[in-house]
């Protein structure tokens, strides 16, 4: 689901918002600068905080979404991942923020892992050993823009997960 064509068009975003916003802070800076070296107080008194609102507006609202996702797309290229079979039971319709990127919400009915642990261990067993239903629901996030690769509901499927995001979508 995930290329380099993702991280290509993040950085080309990203680029895209420094090249806006450099131009309007060197206009400011500059009128700054002429009305500190002319002593024009009206100018330096507005724009002081002008320069300041554009830097912060420009960083918070244009960059920084786009930093966070670039650096959560690299976590997820590079990181553990795990696979997760079952089937799919709901894709939520409305779309979350979850680690920088905006997602759905995916319940699937996935085979239950085996707990660690010696009494953990023992008390799975013996569900197992009386027939006792193996599978429990999970909710896995799938990434917006990605939408059109995730199979239809009560589809089974091998999820390639990051954390909790979905990497990768296999319909078996």
Not at 31 to 46: C, D
Not at 70 to 79: C, I, K, P, S, V
Not at 125 to 132: F, N, R, T, V
Request: hydrophobic fraction near 50%.
């Amino acid at each position: 689901m995930y290329s380099e064509r993702d991280m290509l068009e993040i950085d080309g975003r990203i680029r895209r918002a420094w090249l806006e916003l450099i131009p309007v802070l060197v206009v400011i800076a500059a009128a700054l600068v002429f009305a500190l070296v002319r002593r024009i107080h009206w100018l330096a008194l507005v724009a002081a905080p002008l320069l300041i609102v554009a830097f912060m507006y420009g960083f918070i609202a244009r960059l920084w979404p786009n930093l966070r996702y670039r650096r959560f797309l690299r976590d997820m290229e590079n990181g553990l991942s795990r696979d997760l079979q079952g089937v799919v039971v709901a894709i939520a319709d409305v779309p979350e923020l979850h680690d920088g990127a905006m997602v759905l919400p995916v319940r699937i009915q996935a085979e239950a892992d085996v707990p660690t642990g010696t009494s953990a261990l023992s008390e799975r067993i013996q569900q197992l050993e009386a027939g006792e239903d193996t599978r429990e629901e999970r909710i896995v996030y799938l990434n917006v823009a990605k939408r059109d690769a995730m199979p239809a509901p009560g589809t089974p499927v091998t999820l390639h997960c990051f954390g909790r995001h979905i990497k990768g979508v296999e319909a078996r």
